[in-house]
């Protein structure tokens, strides 16, 4: 693996694609909704942590989060944790590294609040810290993974989940260790996916972690012989190698020149970048004629069209509920709400976008 040390969140991608592990890394992911992921991550560690108090960290949480953290539903999240000797507040593990030797199976840990700032580990173990470990009111420990976007793969079947389950279940020999996937929802509310897992379903945990590992050596031995073989799928998403891998440079090949020339954008001149985005402009009224066509076509000829990996392609159909908001803010005055409370209830997301306007005229000089 060239060095790279395999973190637990990369696992999945590991078990995916060890392809996208032979390329290398030009970029690397970031966005609103990781940072909003961040803070609220960040918040729940302080408070159980015991580093501040609920006001103090939600006070350092960005404003544009802040609702969703003040609103926390904490029942939801913590509310069959054992509690401590007084019984007033969880027993809590929080921001734990560990390290699992895929050879031995050993565990070991690395720290505690490291912030993925890792200390030397060995070429055959995979590092990870988890969010939240406690004993619950059953006497069975819990591992908890707090995800604030879109859902990911199920807790039965979460890399995640599974190396957490399986570090508790060496550390405190339990036979069951609950595994949770809680999602935490814009108004602060929460829900849950979780899986039990047994010592039968961790046993053989080691041994596909090393599997996982042969693989990447194997494809990084493939990509020095130029035989690469990559697996697309909906891990491309935030691969960090997505700019090089060979997937993507062969569909980058196949652009018109003038947009491949973007990734060069140190040569480029103003008119280039003009004519790119004319460019750009066309390919997605195009891409949406196509879209539409094989909406047409698929719709036509319902679970027969296959693709290459043996899924079939099917239309979903989709909706969305809107509120009315005049109507919201009509009934919510007549039942009293205030100015305050009615202005906590908004949210605001702001974005740009180009578009093609004329140019200002310069005015005349005095």
């Known amino acids: 693996m060239s060095g790279r040390r395999l973190t637990v969140s990369a696992l999945e ?161 339990e036979h069951e260790t609950v595994g949770r996937l809680v999602y935490v929802n814009e108004d602060g509310s929460v829900w849950k996916d979780e899986h039990v897992f047994d010592s039968f379903d961790l046993a053989d945990f080691p041994m596909q972690l090393r599997e996982i590992l042969e693989g990447l050596d194997a494809a990084e031995r493939a990509r020095g012989r130029g035989q690469v073989d990559v697996n697309a799928g909906a891990h491309c998403k935030y691969c960090p190698a997505y700019r090089s891998c060979s997937a993507t440079t062969g569909l980058i090949q196949a652009l018109p020149d003038e947009i491949r020339g973007l990734g060069s954008r140190d040569f480029l001149t103003t008119r280039d970048v003009g004519e790119i985005w004319a460019r750009f402009k066309d390919l997605l009224a195009i891409s949406k004629k196509i879209d539409e066509e094989l909406k047409a076509f698929v719709r036509a000829h319902p679970g027969e069209v296959e693709l290459p990996d043996g899924r079939v392609v099917m239309e979903i159909p989709k909706g969305r509920d809107r509120i009315n908001g005049e109507r919201a803010l009509a009934i919510a005055r007549s039942y009293g709400a205030t100015d305050a409370e009615l202005l906590g209830c908004v949210s605001r997301s702001e974005w740009t976008e180009l578009r093609a306007m004329n140019p200002k005229k310069k005015g005349r000089a005095a």
């Open 13 to 173: 991608r590991a078990y995916e694609c060890p392809a996208s592990f032979a390329f290398p890394i030009l970029v690397h992911w970031s966005s609103d909704a990781a940072e909003r992921g961040d803070s609220i991550h960040e918040f729940v560690e302080e408070v159980l942590a015991g580093y501040r108090s609920n006001a103090e960290a939600l006070a350092q949480v960005p404003e544009e989060w802040r609702h969703t953290c003040a609103h926390l539903d904490w029942s939801g999240i913590i509310g069959d944790f054992e509690l401590d000797d007084r019984g007033e507040a969880p027993v809590v593990d929080c921001e734990v590294a560990y390290a699992v030797d895929v050879d031995t199976g050993a565990v070991r840990e690395l720290g505690r609040g490291l912030k993925r700032r890792y200390p030397p580990t060995g070429p055959r173990e995979v590092v990870g810290t988890l969010d939240l470990a406690a004993r619950l009111l059953d006497g069975r420990w819990c591992v908890s993974d707090i995800k604030t976007g879109q859902p990911v793969t199920a807790a039965r079947d979460n890399w995640q989940i599974r190396f957490f389950a399986y570090v508790l279940y060496r550390v405190h020999g």
